[in-house]
């Protein structure tokens, strides 16, 4: 990738558990209490080991500008940072399923996802523990869907709202934070496809002012999941209120992940 200065910025992250704290002192429970959900299922004894995969997993993504897939240790881009743990964990991996060849490394969570996939009954009692957490969430931050029509060109106030609360500057249907050391953290839409169906149109870049074409692109959810592991399930719900606490966590964990880079410059 030559010499971008956006990896020299990107290398001074402090890491899933600062930022994670922060979000959470926001108000946003739902990726720790995931997390739990994932230390209950793999044993208490595994706690020390998914919390350090997820540790890992979220250094080799942010250093790597999302262009990494950490459980098959593919690289699309010569990394900055490459994780000796979970290359060992990789190595020793024992439990290959030719039906998830690229699953988790982590046996537990490759447990999981298959108990999920042939339990039907498993499966609708986590579905309703997901949908429990969101429940709660939107109901402890006041979240208000007055306007919401489901229709994705109807989102903009609710974005505008939420980026002007936490001090992005608007520019057209484009939000921005530029910081200190550099850094943009520009929030924009994608609006084509079905007008009437919103699904995932925020998308969050990261670029240095001094170079914008290389750049940290997140669309959808699996950038934020790798980040911040349980984050993708602000994603997952249809009910209004769902959407838009969506809408709001996303905005904030991108604002929080700014915030730990340093502090804003003046608009």
């Known amino acids: 990738m030559g010499n971008h200065p956006i990896f020299d ?23 720790g209490a995931w997390q739990n959900r994932m230390i209950e299922f793999c044993g208490a004894s595994q706690a020390d080991l998914l919390d350090r995969y997820w540790d890992e997993v979220a250094m080799e993504t942010m250093q790597s500008i999302g262009k990494v897939d950490s459980d098959i240790r593919r690289f699309f881009i010569e990394p900055r940072y490459r994780s000796a743990f979970l290359d060992d964990l990789f190595a020793r991996k024992d439990f290959v399923d030719p039906a998830v060849p ?15 996939w042939s339990d039907l009954e498993f499966r609708d009692k986590e579905s309703a523990f997901r949908e429990d957490l969101r429940k709660r969430e939107y109901t402890r931050l006041g979240i208000q869907t007055t306007g919401w029509t489901g229709k994705k060109r109807d989102i903009i106030p609710f974005v505008d709202r939420f980026c002007a609360a936490l ?22 839409l994608d609006l084509g496809g079905d007008p009437q169906r919103v699904g995932d149109p925020l998308v969050f870049r990261i670029y240095h002012e001094s170079d914008p074409e290389c750049l940290f692109k997140m669309e959808g959810i699996d950038a934020f999941d790798r980040l911040i592991y349980g984050s993708r399930w602000y994603s997952a719900g249809s009910d209004p209120h769902d959407s838009v606490l969506g809408i709001r966590a996303y905005i904030e964990l991108f604002d929080v992940i700014a915030a730990s880079f340093g502090t804003a410059q003046q608009a």
Do not use: H, S
């Not at 992005?168 to 929030?187: A, H, P, Q, S, T």
């Open 167 to 188: 001090a992005f500057v608007r520019r057209r249907n484009r939000w921005y934070k530029k910081l200190v050391c550099g850094l943009i953290f520009e929030i924009g």
């Open 9 to 31: 910025v990107l290398g001074r992250w402090p890491g899933r558990v600062p930022t994670q704290r922060a979000f959470e002192a926001r108000g946003f429970q739902i990726p």
């Open 102 to 116: 690229n699953g988790p490394i982590v046996k537990g969570l490759l447990d999981y996802m298959k108990r999920l």
